[in-house]
C-alpha cells in the first residue's frame, strides 16, 4: 500500500508540474531534419522560421482595404503591413535613390561606359519623355539623363508581379480584388499567437467585404486544431472504449480503473519529461506518445487476465513475479523499437521517442508495483470447458498444421496482394493536416497575386551585409533571366559595387564630352543638362541597408529579402525553376539553392531508407535476444511470426486502400513490430507454465490488442495525414497480429512435447 | 445710299450672328456623344532642340471616358480613374485624390464635354474667334496647377477640335493636332472592351 501511495504522490506532483507549465505546441519544422552542418537542410529549417515565413497576403473584395490594413496595424500583432505604396514612402524611396543615382545605375561590364551604351541611354530617354510618363520623366530628367533612377522606378513596378495601383492601393491585374500585404511578429507555428492575430483579422474584415488570404500559419493553426480535436476525440473515446471492454471481461469496475493507472502514470511522467526537457510538448508527440502508452495497458491486461485463471492460493505478487519476465522482455523490446526514432534526425520524433519510450517504462514500473495490492486476489474463476476447448483446438492445430493457414493466409495474401502495389511518396505533406477548402483558397490567392507556387529560394550568408550583397549579386548575374527571379539587388547593391558604379562615370575624364556628343546627336541641348554635369563632382552618396531599415521602405525593400540565418546576415533571392539550380551557384562562396519541396522530399526518403535498416537491425537484435532466452530458433522464430505477418500484412492493406506509404507507415510498422513481438512472447512465456496459461495469454493478448486497435484504430481517422498513417498501420497490423498469435502457442506445443 | 447702308446692317447682323461665343461653341460640344481622331503630337522642351514628336489614336465618349495609343502605350481615363501603361504593366490612380492633375483632366474632359459650368469652376476661360474657328484659353485658377501648367488652349471649328497646346509652367510647351476626326455614336460595349484599355 505504502508503493501505492508512493505512485500516488509522485503522480500528483508530476500532474501539478503538467498543469501549471504545459506548453502545447504543433510546429511542423520539428518535423524537418536536423543538421549538424551549416547546410541547405538547416538553412530550410531557419528560414521556415524566418520573418518571410511569416508574410501573409490578403485579397479583399467590397471592402476598403485602407481600413482593413488599418485595423491589422492597430492591434499590435504585425511587424508590417502595405497594402500599396504611401506618400510617404514615395518621398522616401526619391531622397534615398535619387541621391544615390550614380552608384545604383544599372550597367553591365566594367571600365567606362561606350560610346554605344551612351547613345542607347540617350535614346531611351528621348522615348521615356515621349511615353505616358513624360511629365514624370521631365522631372528628373536634366539630373538624371542616363535613366538610373527611371530604371530603379521600373524595377520597383516589375516587383510587384502582376499587379496594378489604383489610387496607391493594390489591386489585382483585373481590378476585382485589393491586396494587403503583412507579417506577423510571432513565428507562423507559434498556434497560440496565430489564433489571436486570426480573431483579428476576421474581425478586421468590412462588413460585406469577402477576404481571401494565404500564409503558413493557417496551416500551422489548422494543424493546431485538427490534433487537438483528434487528441481529446481519441484519448475519451478510447479511455471509454477501454473501460466497456474491461468492464465486460472482468465483470467488475475495479479491473477497468486499474488499468487507466498505469496509462494515467506514464503519459504524466512521459509529458512531465517532454516539458522539461524541451520546453514544451508537441501535439503529434503527445497524440502519437498518448497512444504508445496505451500499448502499456497490455502489462496491467496480461496481469489481469492470468489473475482471472490463477490459482487463489497463488498471491498477486507471486503472480506478478511469474509474469514479469514476460514484461519485462516485452517492454524492452518496445522500448528499443521506439528507441530507433531518436536517431531520426527529426526533433519531432525525437520527443515522440522520448514521450513514449519512457511512458512505457513508468506504465510497466507502475504495473509491476502498484497493481499487485491495489488488486483482487481470491475471486478467480476458471472458464474451465473455454480452456479446455481452447486448449483442444490449440492440440487440433499443432496435429494439422494446414490449419494454421486460417491464421495466416489472410495476412499473407494481403502480403502478396499488396506487395506490387506498394509505392513510397516522400513528401512533407505526409505529415501536414490538408483542406481541400483552404489549398484552394490559398492557390486562388497564390493565383491573383503571380507568387512563384513552390518555395524555391537561393539564400547567401555573410559575416556582414556588404558581404551578403556582393554574393546576392553573383547569384544574380547568374540566374538572371530565370523566371520570377526577385532579388535585392535590383535595388540594393552592394557599397563595392555602388562606388565601381559611380567611378566608371566620375573618374572617366571623357565621360562628359561624349555624353554631351550622344545628347546632341539624339536633339537634346547638353547645356540644359548642367546639374547632372555638375552631380559628378559632388561628394558621393551612397545607399546602404541600414538607412533603408529606418526609412518608411524597410517593409518593402529589406523585409521580403533580409534575414538573420546560421548566426548571419542573409539575403534571399526567390525564383521559379523546373532544375537543380545548384550547380549553376557553384564557386559562389556560402551561396545555397534551397527547393524546398524537393529538400524535404530528400530528406524523408532518406530517413525512411534508414529507419528500414534500423528496423531490419533491431529484427536482427531481437532474434538474437529471443535466441539467447530460448534456445531454439524455431522459437525464437516463432516468437516474432506474428509481428512480422502483422506489420506486412498491414502494409498491404494500406497499398491495396491505394494509401502511398510514407515515412509515418514505417514507423506504424516498427510499432507493429514492438507490440507484436511483445505478443510473441508473451505467447512463448505461457507455454513455460502449461496449457491453460497458453490460452489465458491467448485471450490477454486478444484484449490487449482490441483496446490497441481501439484507440490506434481512432488514430487512423485523424485528419492529420501523420496520425492516421500511424493509426491505421499500426490499427490493421495488430490484427493480423492477433490473428497469427494462436499458431505461435500451437507450435510451440508441439515443440514442447 | 440708303441701300448699301442696309446692306452693311445686314451684313453685319449675320456676321455678328456667325461669330462663335464661348457658350455657343461649348454648347456644341455638348451634344457630341462620341468621337475618335488621330493625333500628331509634338513636346517641344527646354531640354530639347528638336521637339519629340508622336502619333497615335484617340477616342472619347460622354460623359468621362478617353483613351490615347501611341507608341504600344496608353493612357486611359474611365470616371476619375486614369491609367498608364502598356500591355505589360500598368498603373492606376484615382485622380479624385490629386487635386492638380483632377483639374488638369477635369479641364480637357469639360472642354469635350462641352461642360462650361465646370469648366469655369477651375480655370478662366475665354475665346478668341480665328476665322471660322476660334481658340479656347484655358488659364488654371489653382497655385498648384499653375506650377506645373501655365495655360492651355483649343482650337477648333464648330465641335471639332483642330488644335490643343499645353504650356507648361517651365516653358515647355506640347501641341497635338488632331485630324481624321469623326463624331460618331455612342461606342457599343464590344467597342468599348476593344478600344478603352490599356495597350489596345
Redesign the interface.
Known amino acids: 500500500m505504502l508503493r501505492a501511495l508512493g505512485f500516488a504522490l509522485f503522480a500528483a506532483l508530476c500532474g501539478l508540474f503538467v498543469a501549471t507549465r504545459i506548453e502545447l505546441r504543433t510546429p511542423i519544422t520539428e518535423f524537418l531534419p536536423v543538421g549538424k552542418q551549416r547546410d541547405a537542410i538547416e538553412l530550410a529549417r531557419e528560414l521556415a522560421n524566418a520573418p518571410q515565413a511569416r508574410t501573409v497576403a490578403f485579397t479583399l473584395q467590397n471592402g476598403d482595404a485602407g481600413q482593413f490594413a488599418e485595423a491589422l496595424r492597430k492591434s499590435g500583432l504585425f511587424a508590417w503591413v502595405r497594402g500599396g505604396v504611401s506618400e510617404e514612402e514615395e518621398r522616401a524611396f526619391y531622397e534615398l535613390a535619387f541621391p544615390a543615382r550614380l552608384g545604383l545605375l544599372q550597367i553591365a561590364g566594367e571600365g567606362p561606359l561606350s560610346d554605344a551604351e551612351l547613345a542607347a541611354r540617350v535614346a531611351s530617354l528621348?522615348?521615356r519623355?515621349?511615353?505616358?510618363?513624360?511629365m514624370l520623366e521631365?522631372r528628373f530628367?536634366?539630373e538624371d539623363p542616363l535613366g538610373s533612377f527611371s530604371a530603379l522606378l521600373a524595377a520597383q513596378?516589375?516587383t510587384r508581379a502582376q499587379l496594378?495601383?489604383?489610387?496607391?492601393q493594390l489591386?489585382t491585374s483585373d481590378g476585382q480584388w485589393q491586396v494587403v500585404f503583412a507579417a506577423t511578429k510571432e513565428s507562423a507555428f507559434d498556434t497560440a499567437a496565430q489564433q489571436r492575430v486570426e480573431q483579428v483579422i476576421l474581425a478586421a474584415v468590412p462588413k460585406g467585404a469577402t477576404l481571401e488570404w494565404s500564409g503558413l500559419s493557417r496551416y500551422a493553426l489548422l494543424g493546431e486544431k485538427s490534433v487537438r480535436g483528434d487528441i481529446e476525440r481519441i484519448s475519451s473515446l478510447s479511455v471509454i472504449g477501454i473501460f466497456v471492454l474491461y468492464l465486460f471481461v472482468f465483470r467488475s469496475l475495479r479491473e477497468p480503473l486499474l488499468v487507466l493507472l498505469p496509462i494515467g502514470f506514464g503519459c504524466l511522467v512521459a509529458t512531465a519529461a517532454c516539458q522539461l526537457v524541451f520546453g514544451y510538448v508537441h501535439g503529434l508527440a503527445l497524440a502519437f506518445g498518448s497512444s504508445i502508452i496505451g500499448v502499456a495497458e497490455d502489462f496491467s491486461t496480461h496481469y489481469f487476465a492470468h489473475r482471472l485463471v490463477a490459482p487463489e492460493s497463488e498471491s498477486n505478487d507471486a503472480l506478478m513475479d511469474r509474469l514479469w519476465p514476460g514484461m519485462w522482455l516485452g517492454a524492452l523490446t518496445t522500448v528499443a523499437g521506439i528507441s530507433t526514432l531518436f536517431a531520426s534526425g527529426f526533433r519531432g520524433l525525437e520527443q515522440m521517442a522520448m514521450f513514449g519510450a519512457l511512458g512505457v517504462v513508468a506504465a510497466l514500473i507502475c504495473t509491476r508495483y502498484a497493481l499487485p495490492p491495489l488488486s483482487r486476489r481470491g475471486v478467480a474463476h476458471k472458464d474451465r470447458p473455454a480452456l479446455q476447448a481452447g486448449a483442444r483446438f490449440l492440440d487440433r492445430m499443432a496435429a494439422r498444421p494446414v490449419l494454421a493457414l486460417w491464421f495466416v493466409g489472410p495476412s499473407i495474401l494481403f502480403m502478396l496482394a499488396g506487395a506490387p502495389k506498394l509505392r513510397f511518396e516522400d513528401s512533407l505533406k505526409a505529415l501536414r493536416t490538408t483542406s481541400p477548402a483552404l489549398d484552394a483558397e490559398n492557390a486562388r490567392v497564390q493565383q491573383r497575386l503571380g507568387l512563384p507556387a513552390k518555395g524555391q529560394v537561393v539564400v547567401v550568408l555573410g559575416d556582414d551585409d556588404e558581404q551578403a550583397l556582393a554574393r546576392s549579386e553573383q547569384v544574380l548575374q547568374r540566374l538572371d533571366g530565370t523566371l520570377s527571379l526577385r532579388s535585392v539587388s535590383t535595388l540594393l547593391p552592394s557599397l563595392a559595387t555602388q562606388r565601381a558604379r559611380r567611378a566608371r562615370v566620375t573618374e572617366d575624364a571623357t565621360f562628359w564630352p561624349r555624353l554631351e556628343a550622344a545628347l546632341?546627336q539624339h536633339?537634346?541641348?547638353p547645356a540644359?543638362?548642367e546639374p547632372f554635369a555638375k552631380a559628378l563632382h559632388e561628394p558621393a552618396v551612397e545607399l546602404t541597408p541600414a538607412e533603408l531599415a529606418k526609412s518608411p521602405l524597410a517593409s518593402s525593400f529589406l523585409a521580403p529579402f533580409r534575414a538573420s540565418l546560421a548566426g548571419q546576415v542573409a539575403y534571399l533571392t526567390s525564383v521559379e525553376s523546373d532544375h537543380d539550380l545548384g550547380p549553376e551557384l557553384a564557386g559562389i562562396p556560402d551561396a545555397h539553392y534551397i527547393d524546398q519541396e524537393a529538400l524535404y522530399s530528400a530528406a524523408y526518403r532518406d530517413f525512411r531508407t534508414r529507419t528500414l535498416w534500423l528496423l531490419a537491425v533491431g529484427l536482427v537484435l531481437v532474434l538474437g535476444v529471443l535466441l539467447a532466452r530460448y534456445r531454439s530458433p524455431r522459437t525464437a522464430g516463432l516468437g516474432m511470426l506474428p509481428a512480422l505477418l502483422g506489420a506486412g500484412a498491414a502494409m498491404g492493406v494500406e497499398a491495396l486502400r491505394g494509401v502511398p506509404a510514407n515515412l509515418l507507415h514505417v514507423i506504424g510498422v516498427l510499432l507493429v513490430l514492438s507490440m507484436g513481438v511483445d505478443y510473441g512472447i508473451y505467447a512463448l512465456e505461457s507455454q513455460q507454465h502449461g496449457a491453460d496459461d497458453g490460452v489465458t495469454t491467448l485471450g490477454s493478448v486478444l484484449l490487449a490488442a482490441l483496446t490497441t486497435v481501439l484507440s490506434f484504430g481512432l488514430l487512423g481517422l485523424s485528419d492529420n495525414p501523420a496520425l492516421a498513417a500511424v493509426g491505421s498501420t499500426v490499427g490493421f497490423g495488430l490484427v493480423f497480429t492477433v490473428l497469427a498469435s494462436p499458431v505461435v502457442l500451437a507450435f510451440t506445443r508441439v515443440e514442447r512435447r | 445710299m440708303r441701300l448699301l447702308a442696309i446692306t452693311l446692317w445686314l451684313f453685319a447682323s449675320v456676321a455678328q450672328a456667325e461669330a462663335p461665343t464661348l457658350a455657343s461653341v461649348l454648347a456644341e460640344f455638348a451634344k457630341v456623344e462620341a468621337l475618335s481622331a488621330k493625333f500628331h503630337e509634338e513636346?517641344t522642351?527646354?531640354?530639347?532642340?528638336?521637339p519629340?514628336?508622336?502619333d497615335g489614336t484617340m477616342h472619347y465618349q460622354k460623359p468621362r471616358k478617353l483613351v490615347r495609343h501611341a507608341?504600344k502605350?496608353?493612357?486611359l481615363l474611365d470616371g476619375n480613374?486614369l491609367?498608364?501603361?502598356d500591355a505589360k504593366?500598368?498603373?492606376?490612380?484615382?485622380i479624385a485624390?490629386q487635386p492638380a492633375l483632377r483639374v488638369l483632366v477635369d479641364t480637357y474632359v469639360s472642354v469635350l464635354g462641352g461642360d462650361l459650368a465646370a469648366l469655369q469652376r477651375v480655370a478662366t476661360v475665354t475665346l478668341e474667334a480665328q476665322g471660322a474657328g476660334y481658340r479656347i484659353h484655358v488659364t488654371p485658377k489653382d497655385d498648384k496647377v499653375k506650377r506645373l501648367v501655365k495655360e492651355m488652349s483649343f482650337d477648333g471649328v464648330g465641335a471639332k477640335l483642330t488644335r490643343m497646346e499645353l504650356l507648361d509652367a517651365n516653358g515647355?510647351t506640347t501641341v497635338t493636332t488632331f485630324s481624321a476626326l469623326t463624331l460618331r455614336k455612342p461606342f457599343s460595349a464590344a467597342e468599348q472592351k476593344q478600344l478603352f484599355r490599356i495597350g489596345g
Do not use: C, H, Y
Open positions: 528621348r522615348e519623355l515621349s511615353g505616358p510618363w513624360g521631365r530628367a536634366a513596378l516589375k496594378t495601383m489604383v489610387d496607391r489591386v546632341t536633339g537634346f541641348v540644359a543638362f | 513636346k522642351m527646354s531640354l530639347l532642340a528638336t519629340i514628336k508622336l507608341n502605350a496608353s493612357m480613374k491609367s498608364f501603361g504593366s500598368s498603373q492606376s490612380m484615382d485624390s515647355d
